[in-house]
């Protein structure tokens, strides 16, 4: 348990959180059992020890974060190391990569039951149906920790400190706004910074991005794919190549028959990787009003923009590139489906929106545009990059 506590103080200790996530204002702490769910690389454990350091002191016993990555936990569970840190008052166990551990939904199970004072916060891959989960679902608290909005990533290049707006605030005030934004900051520069490399965190190390970005898709796949979803090794690569071909046909219909001939499987098969490839955040899919899996999306989309650049890195196309990004920021909060007549998307079943390059359009007043390449809108024409400040 020593050794545990000297890890979590220097942790904690050295942990420099380079912006506040909104999340950490969104949970109800009152919870006893908090689950974290994102995508690998959004900073989830980063997150944990930012819990500690705001709400313990780094020495105070009190707290402990552990990772299940942890070669000891092969040979002890959960509940019995938990019941060892109640007895001597622990009261908040941060637990990262929960899914690492066999059987882990029973261990926080016997833990909740045993110990009525403590309370975990796990992680967790965004694959795991916490909610729906038989041991778990009636008792936990779920939220999803994203990646950097194009607010955050401002706030974080620039030390400002801009607020998120809803999308009400947005659609009447956006002139506004924007015009305090780009009074402060360039924002032609910061969004296309931020449409290459801005969603995931990692992009503050001294490395080269898309490498790192490679490498994190790889591991999605690998883990959150076919580790968790146990499916066979041996079909690595034909999920790995259903991924290339998709992020092609990004803001497309896929032909699922031509897909499954290519890779070598059945249409429901196919359909079964895409769900999976959306679940663990590579990809979206947007479908009509009414409709959903298993039934043939209406388009596909990557899950953010920085995830087409690494794979094709000479060939993005920017239109999709706009699609993908207003779809992911807008993801949070709201209902996306297939758009009405020329519109792209349909949000929350009230508003169609139509992804321009320029205001140079024939304006139709029955529908918004988000608009790339420009910094201040008018009327139903508004900034593209005004949607990376809903979170």
């Known amino acids: ?6 890890t979590h103080t220097y942790l904690v200790e050295h942990t420099h959180v380079a912006v506040r996530r909104t999340l950490m204002d969104e949970i109800d702490w009152r919870g006893r059992l908090i689950g974290i769910k994102g995508t690998r690389g959004v900073g989830k454990t980063t997150f944990l020890l930012e819990i500690a350091k705001e709400r313990f002191d780094a020495r105070d016993r009190r707290c402990l974060y552990i990772n299940m990555n942890n070669f000891y936990f092969q040979g002890r569970g959960i509940h019995d190391f938990a019941g060892e840190f109640y007895a001597q008052g622990g009261r908040v166990l941060l637990i990262d990569q929960i899914f690492k551990k066999s059987e882990w939904n029973h261990e926080l199970r016997r833990c909740y039951d045993d110990y009525p004072e403590l309370q975990i916060i ?3 891959s965004s694959v795991m149906r916490l909610l729906s989960d038989p041991m778990i679902g009636d008792i936990v608290a779920c939220y999803s920790l994203r990646g950097f909005s194009f607010r955050e990533y401002v706030n974080l290049k620039t030390d400002n400190h801009f607020h998120p707006h809803t999308l009400e605030g947005i659609l009447q005030q956006h002139e506004t706004i924007a015009h305090e934004v780009a009074a402060k900051v360039d924002v ?3 969004f296309k910074e931020y449409l290459h490399h ?3 965190p990692f992009f ?3 490395t080269n991005y898309s490498e790192n970005l490679l490498k994190t898709m790889n591991m999605m796949i690998e883990v959150d794919v076919l580790l968790i979803r146990q499916i066979e090794l041996k079909y690595l690569t034909k999920i790995k190549k259903l991924y290339y071909l998709l ?6 219909s896929p032909n699922v028959s031509k897909l499954a001939e290519t890779i070598d499987t059945s249409r429901a098969t196919v359909m079964n990787y895409i769900k999976y490839l959306t679940d663990a955040r590579l990809m979206n899919m947007l479908y009509p009003v009414g409709e959903s899996f298993p039934k043939k999306p209406s388009k596909v989309y990557m899950y953010n923009s920085n995830l087409m650049y690494p794979i094709r890195p000479m060939e993005v196309n920017a239109g999709a590139v706009r699609e993908s990004f207003f779809y992911n920021q807008l993801l949070k909060d709201n209902k996306l489906n297939e758009g009405n007549k020329n519109a792209h998307f349909l949000v929350n079943t009230m508003y169609n929106f139509r992804i321009e390059e320029s205001m140079k359009v024939k304006n139709n007043p029955d529908m918004y545009y988000a608009v790339d390449k420009t ?11 005004l949607f990376g400040f809903l979170y």
């Open 1 to 6: 348990m020593e050794a545990f506590f000297r």
């Open 122 to 124: 796990f992680t967790g």
């Open 188 to 190: 032609e520069s910061l």
């Open 198 to 200: 801005g969603f995931y």
């Open 204 to 206: 503050l190390e001294h």
């Open 247 to 252: 992020a092609l046909e990004t803001g497309k």
């Open 375 to 385: 910094e201040i809108g008018e009327g139903n024409m508004i900034p593209l990059w």
